[in-house]
């Protein structure tokens, strides 16, 4: 009976973390000294090396998508603005994990694509279960990403920084582009948020 019920496992576990991946979690920390009066016009502050870069504009586009949605608003022409806004952004490897046997990702097609296979070569089979015939090939590398996005906001006149937030979440890919929007959108989410506060943020993942 046992071997009837291991595929019906397998399958559930798999759903299970198919549903995961369509939510996107990240940690967002803020330190802030936002006034209540402060006003929200605004210009995007490039670093020298962002200025010919198309990825950085890609981002401060979303940005300012972002910003104006929470009542930023783009300074007029000619006008001298409140605040100063810059991102910066990066991604490094995080952690890396061996797959055990028995692991869902070894028989769905989905989540195989996120493992590298071929690290043990020798073709001996684990002949403990018919059913599921496993080879030490079989095993699986899982690399993680962190992605992080840093968002500073500046009195304009005085420079006085009036907030720091840093988002960070941990992913699969290593392609920071796939998960910038929901970075911005963490980050941003309850502006002006606690002071001091570190939460975790689960959004509809944008990927």
């Known amino acids: ?51 010919n870069n198309p990825e950085y504009k890609f981002y401060e586009e979303e940005l300012r998508r972002q910003l104006d949605a929470k009542g930023f608003q783009p300074v007029a022409t000619g006008a001298i603005p409140q605040v100063k806004v810059s991102i910066v952004y990066g991604s490094n490897l995080s952690e890396v994990q061996f797959t055990g046997f028995g692991h869902p990702a070894l028989y769905d097609p989905f989540w195989n694509l996120h493992f590298r296979r071929g690290y043990f070569y020798r073709p001996y089979y684990f002949a403990s279960d018919p059913y599921f015939p496993l080879r030490a090939s079989d095993l699986n590398l899982r690399r993680y990403y962190l992605h992080q996005l840093e968002i500073n906001i500046t009195d304009a006149v005085t420079n006085k920084k009036l907030a720091d937030i840093r988002a960070s979440s941990e992913q699969l890919s290593p392609q920071i582009s796939l998960y910038m929007p929901d970075l911005i959108e963490a980050a941003l989410l309850g502006f002006p948020q606690k002071n001091g506060s570190t939460t975790q943020v689960e959004l509809p993942s944008k990927k």
């Open 1 to 51: 009976m046992k071997h009837l019920f291991r595929p019906l496992i397998l399958l559930a576990a798999a759903l299970i973390l198919s549903a995961c991946a369509t939510t996107f979690s990240s940690q967002v920390s803020v330190f802030q000294e936002w006034p209540a009066n402060q006003g929200k016009s605004y210009i995007v502050e490039r670093a020298p090396a962002q200025e």
